[in-house]
């Protein structure tokens, strides 16, 4: 019997490159109409990495943007 395939990752490392994913994703939501195809893919990812995220961190709002000042 063969035995499942185990991969360990560093938290910090994963985090950065789905901070990475989520800015490609926003970047392509920005340039798309409201609402269109691409727009709402977009918007999936972009909701899929806050799920993960908010499961390894507590903290779903960890990559949004934060307002100046």
Known sequence: M?????THYIKT?????LEQGRNGAAK?????PPF???Y?????VMSAIDDLV???TG????FWGK???
């Open 2 to 6: 063969s035995r499942g395939r185990r």
């Open 13 to 17: 490392d994963a985090l950065k490159l």
């Open 28 to 32: 392509v939501q920005g340039g798309e």
């Open 36 to 38: 269109h195809d691409r």
């Open 40 to 44: 709402n893919k977009a918007e999936a």
């Open 54 to 56: 908010e499961d390894l």
């Open 59 to 62: 903290d779903r709002e960890l």
């Open 67 to 69: 307002g100046h000042g």
